[in-house]
């Protein structure tokens, strides 16, 4: 499915990407410990199974924010190299 939206709009979603994505990446818990003795994780103190979950969870969200990311710049650039702009040089593209 084809979105669109101006290049400002793409402009401002990506960067609101990149914060977005290093945001969930300094939330994200992906390693923890656990006892042979116990059943839940020793920081955050939950089930292992329900670690699991929530790490899976987070690593699930971050791909999907970077690939969003991915397809909003590859269309920032297509636009840009589409984009024809005459000077008094020539013509020439905006990428």
Do not use: H
């Amino acid at each position: 499915m084809s979105e669109k939206m101006l290049v400002t709009q793409a402009l401002d979603e990506r960067d609101l990407l990149v914060k977005k994505i290093n945001d969930k990446i300094e939330k994200a818990s992906f390693i923890d410990t656990i006892k042979p003795n116990e059943d839940k994780v020793f920081e955050k103190r939950v089930k292992k199974e329900d670690y699991v979950k929530e790490a899976t969870a987070a690593y699930q969200q971050i791909t999907d924010l970077i690939e969003r990311f991915q397809t909003i710049d590859a269309a920032i650039v297509d636009s840009n190299a589409k984009t024809e702009i005459s000077t008094s040089y020539g013509k020439f593209t905006v990428a």
